[in-house]
């Protein structure tokens, strides 16, 4: 049987200022997750009221995806830097973190056409820069979401 931890005491150098250590809390250790989904999930998707979950894992593949949309689409958010933004890098110049972010990129892109699901693609650029064609955007996935439910259903 394990033993509780017990608190140490820590001695405060100045005693005016508290220092507590700043606690990150991660939807999964694996990968974690970036302040940029979480702004996009908090400004657009929660503001527009979709239903998703967040940081859907693809099991097979062992991989996840930033948003799937229920009964819907795929979501990445693909960071500017990290993914290579091809209106911000050229290929010839990419480094090998980008390169291996592009292949893992085209992996998760096969897997969810495997299984029939679209996958969207938004850019930190548009996120920062136009907003509203990104909230134009998911409307219009919402709207080809609802007319394939609709299609579903029978008459």
Excluded: C
């Amino acid at each position: 049987m394990s033993q509780p931890i017990k608190n140490k005491k820590v001695k405060n150098i100045d005693s005016k200022k508290s220092h507590k250590p700043k606690i990150y809390k991660r939807k999964h250790q694996e990968y974690g997750t970036s302040k940029l989904e979480e702004r996009f999930s908090r400004e657009f998707l929660d503001r527009l009221g979709i239903k998703y979950t967040y940081q859907f894992k693809a099991e097979d593949i062992g991989r996840y995806y930033d948003f799937k949309i229920e009964n819907g689409p795929i979501i990445e958010i693909q960071g500017g830097y990290w993914h290579g933004d091809p209106r911000l890098y050229e290929e010839k110049d990419l480094n090998e973190t980008q390169k291996h972010a592009q292949y893992v990129d085209a992996l998760k892109e096969k897997w969810a056409l495997m299984h029939g699901i679209p996958i969207y693609y938004i850019w930190e650029k548009d996120i920062n820069e136009s907003p509203e064609k990104v909230r134009k955007l998911l409307i219009e996935i919402l709207n080809k979401k609802e007319k394939m439910d609709n299609k579903k259903k029978r008459h």
